[in-house]
């Protein structure tokens, strides 16, 4: 692959927001490997290819936008976490990110349990096989009905969220004749450095109960006294999106100090704590996300210095990762329809998909990155928005990047790191069709989430 000189840079560097890249890549034909699955590279005539097939085939096989999932690199992303952590803690894929079918039976293959936070998430696990102890139910809203199919299916672990949930799941599950697993969710009070709509561990935000205050102790002696729960553990999770180990470190200690709390109020020693996800992946190059490896020895060992500390046997971890496993695992493909330079600003480039598609620009500000597919190009760097196609001015799906200045209409570009919270989180505004999810291994292709077609919305609307 070559590499292009840009003596004169971009036209409209001058305009880069702070925070954003603030010169273009020496070489924009290089795919990062920081930002893209495993399997993805060029072919010898430039096109990028994903588990050995060309972006172009793909693009004529299945359309665009569409988003591709390399199943070789979700299924080492699970490995690594599965390995990283050992046999005596709990990894704990967090299905909000992105689930199906095909995703329910990766992870049982590869022995991860599953986090589900609706009836449906759960319905969806349990209809691929995910065996129901190896599940946790999470929500801070969870209806008697979705409470009751848990407690009757009889998942590993019910998440309580509130005082309310306390009881109401130990009659549910009283009514059942059983006794349900829970933990509690507390808020540590941690202000995760994060986009505020996903940081969760402050105490003004609507998840979990708070330390604060005595609260969640008072929660541990309700549940403790019901009989249809046994209280197995303290659930903490503080945002997402997060590098920075410190707001774990500082979760983990207020966990312990509860577990000691509780110790010396009632003699129990509850077994188990959950830290939760949020671990940071790399949407753009500058991104240095930690290894998986990296983060369980620095959870087991915060841990077990701070049960040291307070005399307390060491209780088993379990951690809820989403993005780190399935975000860098895919990309979304688009064609490109309408080029617009601004002159003195930037230059708009339309594709066929947008913030139906991957709303996270515009909800969160995130940051991607995007590349030309369907080709190489020597082309000097412009300076590009990345637009969709839906009524909205806020429709951004990359904010600032740097493709090649011959871009054509045609030309297919691909948006990394897209496998966490873009199909799950994709809407059908303007009508938009939902882009299929199409699984990518060893030189084959099969769709596992299929295309919304009109007759799908149609159907919906009954007149
Ligand atoms: C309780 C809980 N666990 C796990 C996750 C997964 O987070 P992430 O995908 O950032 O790892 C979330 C979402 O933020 C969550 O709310
Ligand atoms: N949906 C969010 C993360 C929050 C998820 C769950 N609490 C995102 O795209 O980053």
Known sequence: MSRSAHPAGPRHADVLPEGHYSAPPADLNFLDPKVWSQTVGRDADGVATVAGLDVTSLAEEFGTPAYFLD???????CRAWADAFGKDADVFYAGKAFLSRA??????????????????ELATALAAGMPAERIAFHGNNKSEDEIRRAVDVGVGRIVLDSFQEIVRVAHIAQSLGK????????TVGVEAHTHEFIATAHEDQKFGIALAGGQAAEAVRRA???????LIGIHSHIGSQIFDMAGFEVSARRVVQLLAEVRDEHGV???????????????????DPREPHEIAKALNEIVSRECEAAGLRTPRISVEPGRAIVGPSAFTLY??????????????????GG??????????????????????SEAEPMLVRVVGKHCESGDIVVRDAFLPADLAPGDLIAVPATGAYCRSMASNYNHALRPPVVAVRDGEARVIVRRETEEDLLRLDVG
């Open 335 to 352: 064609e490109v329809g309408t080029i617009k330079p601004l002159e003195g600003l930037r230059t708009y480039v339309s594709v066929d």
């Open 103 to 120: 995703i329910v039976r990766w992870l049982h293959e590869e022995g991860l349990n599953l986090d589900v936070c609706s009836g449906t």
């Open 269 to 287: 020693e509850l077994p188990e704590i959950d830290l939760g996800g949020g671990l940071g992946i790399a949407y753009t190059s500058d991104d």
């Open 224 to 230: 403790l006294k019901l009989d249809g729960l046994e």
């Open 71 to 77: 199943e070789t690199d979700f299924r080492a992303r």
């Open 179 to 186: 006794r349900q697993r829970v933990q509690i969710r507390v």
């Open 355 to 376: 913030m139906s598609d991957n709303i996270r620009t515009a909800l969160y500000d995130a940051e991607y990155s995007v590349a030309l597919v369907s080709r190489t």
